[in-house]
Every structure is written in structure tokens, then in C-alpha cells.
């Protein structure tokens, strides 16, 4: 929705309005500490230290290599992660499992930052297909001319629907990534909670334009839902736009003490479709 | 006993025990028979006297004797009566337009001296033909866009007629069309406001000192009243202008008794477009607003007059046949005027209005919004005597809001959001004493006690930290779920400290239980209205304002220097990351808290003469403090503005031809940008430190308009327009935001967008 309002205020200021690049003086806040901890499903633990830099010229100097890291599965004793530099600390042995819980504690500089995050089981993709846009816009003509500009024309632009499985009985929290052509095009990741879903399959349409031809991988991953509160608010605040965006903020972490960033268990599923005249147009139902 | 004492007693016993005798009636235009708002009548050895209201009646209470009045009226001859009352009696005076130079502004349109006289302070009349010279964007006289070079009501944001009075939210200001709230007062997305200035008479800002008349909203009232229509001889007029052309008709329909006004506008945006070689404007693209304000008026007796006025205006953005919208207000005031004996005044309104928005996307994604209300209201005014009158009254209004539905899906049970509609009732019952004490110390004090409910049918729910529901309760029809209720006190007093200065005083306090929804600085068609519940508290204001009035070289000249303060409870703002739309938990969202507004506003003012204008600049502040906001500490409020500054000039070259010109400067808004960065996930993510720590960059731009009188025929007049918006063609910063640059990868920009450059514009008026 967001989109179709920018474009109609666009249109109306398009013939006079002006955009130029400004010089702006922006104050260099202290350093504050920038924590992203990621357990995936079959995949060793991974986290990375930084401190935040000036806005507009940032420094390489960020990387934290002097952190403790120790990450705890469920009762188990805990593992703590080896530097392996420019900020990043690894397990050599602790790889993301189902159903487990996951504790993170950071020391630094007599600091300590905890959070707990819980990787839930892959989420199920049903089905991938896609429907001709022009025919969701309701137009009958099919002439590529009626179509907003900015996409290719020489084929008629489609849009994707992933069809989900998700479990009537709790929220499920999703956050979806694009590949298009090796490309990713989600900034990071497309949240996607099934709060409005009414029954086992969640249907997530992606109003992009894909064209004959086009190979679009789709990762779904499963978080729990500080992980997903924090990415969502996170796409809030970097897909901005002037008529509808609400006052920047920074995303709600779940790590105590005041840091930045995430400590995010995921578990993912991937499916691959090319965009070919043999795919049979899905049912938006 | 001194002769002066005892002529003292004399006089006093006479207004005392004399007989006393009325006179009353209706001070109208000669011309074309509109009541006169505010028309001076006085007794010709100064010792009292009274005003015209708004539907230009008067009632002077005296003792019997001889009197020579003199009726008086800006931009009108003078007119002195003799009389011999000795009965009580009906006079009505018509008051003969003063041939004037091609221009003089008048902000205020009373007596010369009223701004020193008068127990109101921070207050301005506006008078409509001056409006209509002022230069502004596309050629559009517009009077919301002349308030907002007066001290202490600043813009929105550029082109906007969206304002901020005293630091004030944009939704804080009563904006009224014969006495119907106008919920969103634009057209074009802002930039221009629905008032036509063809089909109006009058309009009065109250900034402070707000009387008990008015309720309802917390910082200004914005009272806008439609002319009635030439009862004398039919007219027209109408105007060609760069973006709408007007059409005004009126006329008698029972000559000096019944006439009627009619006036419409359509802007051809669209038509314009078309012409231009862009790729988005195609032959079934349509961008345009339209408005039509009517009225007519009845005189049945002497005692009696009907008053039936409206407006209905929409504005149409539609692409292609695939996608509209369109958003539009809609008002009805019935009005019965009734003169009860020779004293006693009484008004009943019956009052509709209504805003609606519409959005479709084919017949797969449809969504509206809106508000309406019914009012009914009675009003009375009493004048015993020359320095006393009372005004005594109440209404009641049901509100309906509807913050939102939106329809998904060629099947409409695809995906179907709707917000559930609320029902409240605001009530108000008041008195206003405008009492003169002393000659030189006068006083307007009153009561308002206002109530709200909000009522059933609908679920009330509570919401736990997560902003999940954890209870809900059916309410039925009217059953109330929420009361709230205020005193509001209302006090102005003004000491003359001699015929050319005086010195104010006022305070007020102002509830307001409805609240619009806006992202941004300026209000978009989008914003949507809700009313105060368990949840979302009403917001209300304590004003403190002091003032000093100074007129100089036989009031040709005025100043004035107020200074301000509100205290102000209830003020809300949303949680981070809150989706304004559709989003059915807005409740829980809504976060309040306290702010604080003080200035300082001046004012110099140039009244007559080939050279005329004005001059006003407001240091101001406004603040607040929320828990959960910027670490619950104070910060700006998005509509703070420290320095604001505007200068309108006009000259008169010859009584043809008048160049007006104005300039304004004002601190850019606060805004909230990054102090910092980091990464996730490859994403270069934003490091924010502060709420409203940063500003835009300061704003100023010149406008000239160049007005050319043709020669005056036979059956018509006719004129021409030049105006040049943004004269020096300044880039303002409409917005700033932040992308990654292009030319130095890895390194962050900031990006400018500009609305206007220079903007010329034509318009050729025709008076029949």
C-alpha cells in the first residue's frame, strides 16, 4: 500500500519538484555497541562486534575483536566463541538445532549483554507460482502500456505468491528473502507474521514484477518473535519514504544493557522457480 | 458637593431610575445588502456604544433622551443618525462603500482604533478583498494561506494550508463554515485550501483569550462566514485562473428580504498535464478538485431570518480506470435568527458536516475512511445595557468516525480489514460577559463546561504490554463506555492606558476529544480522526497571554507585543515503529504525556496610504515530554518554530495598477536524523540518538503579485493577476532522507527534495 500512495503524491508533485544532494552537518555520536548473533539450523554460530560510526563517512575501524562471547544451548555448558577477526567470533562445534533455546552473553570492557532467542522448526513451502500482474490490477486489455512505468516491458510483468504451511494453534513469525537472478532483493528480509490468516496455508504475494525467464530463489526462514518484531521494525526504518513513514527510531533489540542489533535463531527452507509460459498460474486462494 | 459630583449622582440615578428605552436592528451594505460583521454604532459624545454581530444585528439599551449616533464600518462612509428615543425602536442602517484606493489591507476590518479598545486580544479579522491581492501559489487567493503571515500561526510545511497556532498541532485548530467543523481544510493535497474566497464575508482568529462560545478544540478557532447574497440585484463573477476557474452567482430573490449565493470552483490540473509530454498522464488520468458553496437567507418578520448555507467539495486523482481516489468535506448549517422582545438575541443552528476518503485499486483493493457529525446548538445574547452583554448557550454533537476499512482480493473475503466505527457525543453549555467596568478597564469573562462519551454499539477493549487485546466489553447503543468532562474558564481584561495604548490580559483553558492520526508535519487527505477513549486521553491546554497594544500617527499605524504560555495535558504521540493505517491496536499505540509552549509575537502594522502592510515575527518554542519517547526526556515537538517571519507590502501605483509583495523567513521544522551507523546483514542501518534533535535548513522565499485594473465598462469590470511565487527561485527543503550514494560507494548522502522553484501564474477576473 505504501507504495501506491508514494507513487500517487509523486505523480502530483513530479512538475515542479527537485531533488538535489546536500551537504549536511550531522553530530558524530559516541560509539555505541552494535552486537548480530545468528544461530541457523545446521549451521555453527556466528556473531559479529561493532561499534556504530560516523554516518556519512564510516570508518573501517569499527570491528570489535576483544569481546567475550559465550552462547549456551537449552541446560547444556557453554560454548565460547573463538575471534576469528574484523569483529566476528565463531563456534567450532555449535551448530543450530530445532526446538532449542539459545542463550548469548558478551563481555566487554566489564560490560555484560544477554539475550535469548528460540529456533523454531523449518517453515514448509507449498507451492511457489505466479500470477500475471495486469490481471490482479484488474485490467482486461493486457496492454503493457497500462502499466505504471519503471518495469521491463517487453513481457508481461508477474507477481509471486509463496504458499506457506503455518500451524493454526500459534503465531508463526516468517521473515522471506528473494533471490532474483542471484540477486537478493529483499533488504535484508521480507517479515511476515500469519496474525491475519485464517486457516493452514499463508499466501505471501510479492508485487515485484518478474519477467519471462527469471530465476527467483525464496528462503523462508523461521524466527521466534522478538527476532521478528526486531526485523520488522527494521524494514520500517529503512524502507522509509516521505508521505508514509513514521518518526525514525532504532528497532527494538532483545539484547539487555542498552546494545544494537539482534541475537536471531532461525531455521530456513529454500525453493527455487523460473519464470517460464509453462508455469500454470496459482490460484490466490 | 461639588457641581461634578453631583452630576455625577445625577447621571447615575438616571441609569438608575430614568426610563429606559431600545434600540435595535441590522447594519447592512447599501450596495448589495450583506449584513456587516462588527460594525461600530456610538454614541457621538464617546460614552458608549455597541458592535454588530455576526449577522449584523445590534440592541443598545439607553435612557431616554436625544442622541446622535454614528454607525461606522472600515472601507464605509460614515453615517450619522439623529434620534429621539423615547420608545423602544427598530432602526436598520445601510452603510454606502467609501470610494478607497485599489488596496488597503485590513487585517482587521472594525473601527480604527479596535485592536486598542477592545477586550479580545490575540485576534485577526480578516477582510476577504484584500486576501484576494495577496500573491500566492498557482494564483489561488487563499485565506488559510494569509492567516499564516500573522504573528503566532505558522506553516505546516511548504504550500500547505495545514498550521500550527502556538505551538499547537495542525489538529488543534477549530476551523468553522457558518459555524460546521471543516475536518480538512485542503484541496490538492494541501496545497490549497477549500475556501473560496468569492463566497466569503468574514474571518476571525482567535490565537488566545478564546470565548466561551467556543469549545472543542485546543489551540485556535478559525470562525469563517459565507456572504448571503446580494438582496439588492443580481451579480457575477468569475475568474480564469492557471490551475481553477470560479464562478459566483447572486442575487435577490425577494428583493431587501430574500437572496441567495451561489459559488463554484474546478481546478483542470489534469487538462494541464495532458498537454505536457509525460508518460504518466494519459486520456483517462483525472486530477481535480471541485467545490460549490450556497446559501440563502430568508427574512420572515423583523424578528425572524432563516439561514441556510452549505459547501461540498471533492477532490478526484484517478489513473487509467486502475486506480482513484477521492476525498471531500461536506457541510449543512441550518440557522433560524429570533429577536425575543428588543434585548435578547437568539441563534439555533442545526449543523451537518462530514469528511470522507476513498481509495480503489480496480475491484480488488478498496479502503475508506471518515468522520461526521450532527450538532444541534442554541445560542443567546442579552444586551441589558451599553457595557454589558451576556451570551449564554449550548449544543450537543454525535460524532461518528471511521478510522478505517480496506477490502483485498477479487473475492471480497479474501482479506478484509475493518476498524470498528466509534460514536460519541460532545456536549457544551457556557456564559461570556463582555463587560465594560470602568471606561477605561474592561472585562470578557465566561464558563464552558464541555462533557464527552464515548458510546456504544462497539467492543471497548484493553490491550496487555505486547499490545495484544486482554479484555474486551460490548457496549450497546448509546450506552456510554468512556465520560470525560471539563471546566474551562475563560478570561480576557483590557486597561486602556489611554485612546492610543492599552494593556491585556487573558487565559483559557481548552479540552479537546478528538484527535487526527498524522505522520506528517502538514496533514495528508490519509490522516484519519478518532476520538478520545479509555485509552487515548483528551488533550488539554492552559493559555497564559499578556499584551501591549500601541497605535500610532492617528492609528494609521499599530503595533503590538504579546508574549504567550500553555501548559498543555493529554498531548500524544505513537509508539516506535506504528503504523498509522489500518492498524486496528492503534489505541495501544498511542502514547501521552505533556508539553509546554511559550513565544514572544510583534507586530507593526501600516493601515492607510499608498504604502500599506505589515510586518510580524514570533519567537517561539514548543516541547514536549512523553514517557517512552526520546528516554522520556523533553524534545521538540515536529511543528516547533523559533524564528518566524513575514513582511507583506503593498503599492499603489495608481488606483489600476498595485504591486503586493510578501516575504517570509521561519527556522526549519525539527526533525530526527541519524547521528551514527552500523551494519546488519549487509545493511547499512541508521544510528538515531535523539527525537527532533535536528532541523531542516531555514526557510525563506519571496512571492510578488501584480494587480491590473481594466477599464471599467458599462455592465462589467475586469482585472488581471501576475503573480510570481518563490521569486529568487530558492530550493526549500520539503524533505530530507538519506540513500546510499552512487558516486562514492560505501558512503552514505543526503537528498533534498524541493516542491517549487518559481512558480508564475495568470489570472483574469470578470465582475458582472
Known amino acids: ?285 | 458637593m461639588s457641581k461634578r459630583l453631583l452630576y455625577i449622582i445625577i447621571m447615575i440615578s438616571a441609569f438608575a431610575f430614568g426610563a429606559k428605552h431600545s434600540l435595535r436592528g441590522v447594519i447592512s451594505d447599501a450596495t448589495t445588502g450583506e449584513d456587516l460583521i462588527g460594525a461600530t454604532i456610538s454614541l457621538s459624545d464617546g460614552k458608549g456604544g455597541t458592535f454588530s454581530n455576526s449577522y449584523g444585528f445590534y440592541s443598545l439599551t439607553l435612557p431616554d433622551d436625544e442622541y446622535i449616533l454614528n454607525i461606522s464600518f472600515i472601507g464605509y462612509k460614515d453615517l450619522n443618525y439623529k434620534i429621539d428615543l423615547k420608545s423602544n425602536q427598530v432602526k436598520n442602517f445601510e452603510l454606502t462603500p467609501a470610494v478607497i484606493a485599489l488596496n488597503e489591507v485590513e487585517v482587521s476590518a472594525d473601527r480604527p482604533d479596535i485592536n486598542i479598545s477592545s477586550t479580545q486580544m490575540s485576534v485577526a479579522k480578516l477582510n476577504i478583498k484584500n486576501i484576494e491581492m495577496m500573491p500566492v501559489l498557482f494564483g489561488e487567493s487563499d485565506i488559510l494561506k494569509t492567516l499564516q503571515l500573522l504573528p503566532g500561526i505558522s506553516t505546516a510545511s511548504e504550500g500547505s494550508t495545514g498550521f500550527s497556532v502556538r505551538g499547537g498541532a495542525i489538529d488543534e485548530n477549530l476551523i468553522l463554515l457558518d459555524e460546521a467543523t471543516v475536518y480538512s481544510p485542503s484541496h490538492l493535497m494541501g496545497f490549497v485550501s477549500v475556501f473560496n474566497s468569492d463566497a466569503l464575508k468574514d474571518v476571525t482568529v482567535y490565537k488566545g483569550g478564546i470565548p466561551a462560545t467556543y469549545g472543542g478544540r485546543a489551540s485556535s478557532v478559525i470562525d469563517v462566514q459565507m456572504n448571503n447574497g446580494n438582496n439588492k440585484e443580481f451579480s457575477a463573477k468569475a475568474g480564469i485562473g492557471l490551475i481553477s476557474s470560479r464562478l459566483t452567482v447572486e442575487g435577490p430573490i425577494v428583493k431587501d428580504c430574500c437572496s441567495f449565493i451561489v459559488s463554484a470552483r474546478r481546478s483542470y490540473a489534469d487538462i494541464i498535464l495532458k498537454a505536457l509530454p509525460l508518460d504518466l498522464i494519459t486520456n483517462e488520468t483525472q486530477l481535480y478538485f471541485y467545490d460549490l458553496n450556497a446559501k440563502a437567507n430568508l427574512k420572515i418578520k423583523d424578528n425572524d431570518r432563516l439561514f441556510i448555507s452549505g459547501y461540498f467539495g471533492k477532490d478526484v486523482f484517478g489513473f487509467d480506470g486502475i486506480m482513484g481516489t477521492d476525498w471531500g468535506n461536506a457541510t449543512f448549517t441550518g440557522r433560524w435568527n429570533h429577536i425575543f422582545g428588543d434585548k435578547l438575541f437568539s441563534n439555533t443552528s442545526f449543523i451537518y458536516s462530514d469528511y470522507d476518503y476513498g481509495f480503489q485499486v480496480s475491484d480488488l483493493i478498496s479502503m475508506s475512511s471518515g468522520i461526521d457529525n450532527i450538532t444541534f446548538k442554541q445560542d443567546f445574547s442579552y444586551f441589558p445595557n451599553p457595557d454589558l452583554t451576556t451570551k449564554i448557550g449550548f449544543n450537543t454533537s454525535k460524532y461518528t468516525f471511521n478510522p478505517g476499512k480496506l477490502n483485498m482480493g477479487l473475492d471480497s473475503a479474501d482479506f478484509k480489514l475493518v476498524m470498528d466505527e466509534q460514536g460519541s457525543i460532545e456536549s457544551g453549555i457556557y456564559f461570556s460577559n463582555e463587560h465594560k467596568i470602568t471606561p477605561l478597564f474592561s472585562a470578557e469573562y465566561g464558563l464552558r463546561t464541555s462533557m464527552y462519551n464515548q458510546i456504544g454499539p462497539g467492543w471497548i477493549y484493553s490491550y496487555d504490554e505486547d499490545n495484544y487485546i486482554s479484555d474486551s466489553t460490548w457496549y450497546n447503543k448509546w450506552e456510554p463506555a468512556q465520560t470525560y468532562w471539563n471546566l474551562e474558564p475563560r478570561v480576557s481584561f483590557n486597561y486602556l492606558l489611554s485612546e492610543k495604548n492599552s494593556f491585556k490580559v487573558s487565559y483559557n483553558r481548552m479540552a479537546q476529544y478528538v484527535h487526527q492520526l498524522s505522520n506528517s508535519t502538514s496533514g495528508q487527505a490519509t490522516d484519519v480522526w478518532i476520538s478520545s477513549s479509555t485509552l487515548v486521553k483528551p488533550l488539554l491546554v492552559d493559555q497564559f497571554a499578556l499584551g501591549y497594544f500601541h497605535n500610532f500617527l492617528d492609528n494609521g499605524i499599530e503595533t503590538s507585543i504579546e508574549v504567550y504560555y500553555k501548559d498543555m495535558q493529554g498531548v500524544s504521540d505513537f509508539e516506535d515503529g506504528t503504523d498509522i493505517m489500518f492498524n486496528d491496536k492503534i489505541e495501544a499505540q498511542i502514547l501521552n504525556g505533556k508539553g509546554r509552549a511559550y513565544g514572544l509575537e510583534l507586530y507593526l502594522k501600516k493601515n492607510y496610504g499608498k504604502f500599506n502592510g505589515w510586518l510580524s515575527y514570533t519567537l517561539a518554542r514548543t516541547e514536549q515530554k512523553i514517557p517512552g519517547i526520546n528516554n522520556d526526556n523533553w524534545y521538540a515537538a515536529k511543528h516547533d518554530r523559533i524564528h518566524d517571519l513575514s513582511f507583506v507590502l503593498n503599492y499603489s501605483f495608481s488606483k489600476k495598477i498595485n504591486l503586493s509583495g510578501t516575504w517570509v523567513y521561519y527556522t526549519g521544522s525539527a526533525v530526527t536524523f541519524p547521528s551514527g551507523q552500523y551494519i546488519i546483514d549487509g545493511q547499512v542501518v541508521p544510528y538515531y540518538t535523539e527525537r527532533n534533535g535536528y532541523r531542516m535548513p531555514d526557510y525563506h522565499r519571496l512571492d510578488l503579485n501584480l494587480h491590473l485594473k481594466g477599464k471599467d465598462r458599462k455592465n462589467y469590470s475586469t482585472s488581471w493577476d501576475i503573480s510570481i511565487y518563490n521569486v529568487y527561485n530558492r530550493y526549500n527543503a520539503y524533505s530530507i532522507s538519506f540513500r546510499a550514494s552512487e558516486t562514492n560507494p560505501g558512503d552514505m548522502e543526503a537528498v533534498k527534495l524541493s516542491l517549487f522553484g518559481i512558480v508564475p501564474s495568470l489570472t483574469f477576473n470578470i465582475n458582472l
Open chain 1, 1 to 285: 500500500m505504501k507504495k501506491t500512495f508514494l507513487f500517487i503524491s509523486l505523480a502530483l508533485i513530479a512538475l515542479t519538484s527537485c531533488e538535489q544532494v546536500i551537504d549536511i552537518d550531522l553530530n558524530l555520536a559516541d560509539p555505541a555497541l552494535v552486537i548480530n548473533g545468528k544461530i541457523v539450523q545446521d549451521s555453527l554460530v556466528n556473531v559479529c562486534i561493532q561499534e556504530t560510526t560516523s554516518y556519512f563517512s564510516p570508518d573501517s575501524q569499527r570491528c570489535i575483536d576483544s569481546a567475550i562471547v559465550i552462547i549456551t544451548e537449552d541446560n547444556n555448558s557453554p560454548d565460547t566463541l573463538l575471534n576469528i577477526g574484523f569483529g566476528r567470533y565463531s563456534s567450532k562445534s555449535l551448530k543450530g538445532k530445532a526446538g532449542s533455546s539459545y542463550n548469548m552473553k558478551v563481555i566487554l570492557n566489564h560490560q555484560e549483554y544477554e539475550a535469548d532467542s528460540f529456533l523454531p522448526i523449518a517453515p514448509l513451502i507449498y507451492e511457489l507460482g505466479t500470477l500475471p500482474l495486469l490481471s490482479f490490477f484488474g485490467s482486461d486489455s493486457g496492454s503493457e502500456s497500462n502499466f505504471p512505468p519503471g518495469g521491463r516491458r517487453d513481457s508481461i510483468p508477474n507477481m509471486l505468491i509463496s504458499k506457506l504451511y503455518q500451524d493454526p494453534s500459534e503465531d508463526d513469525y516468517f521473515l522471506m528473502q528473494y533471490y532474483l537472478n542471484g540477486e537478493n532483493i529483499s533488504k535484508p528480509y521480507d517479515p511476515v507474521s500469519d496474525a491475519s490468516a485464517e486457516n493452514d496455508t499463508l499466501n505471501i504475494r510479492l508485487v515485484s514484477g518478474f519477467y519471462l525467464g527469471d530465476t527467483i530463489v525464496v528462503k523462508a526462514y523461521s524466527v521466534d518473535k522478538d527476532v521478528f518484531t526486531y526485523f520488522d521494525m527494521l524494514e520500517d526504518v529503512l524502507s522509509g519514504n516521505i508521505f508514509s513513514a513514521s518518526t525514525p527510531y532504532n528497532p527494538h533489540s532483545n539484547i539487555s544493557n542498552g546494545a544494537l542489533g539482534v541475537f536471531s535463531a532461525m531455521n530456513v527452507s529454500s525453493d527455487t522457480v523460473i519464470i517460464s509460459a509453462q508455469i500454470p498460474v496459482i490460484s490466490d486462494q
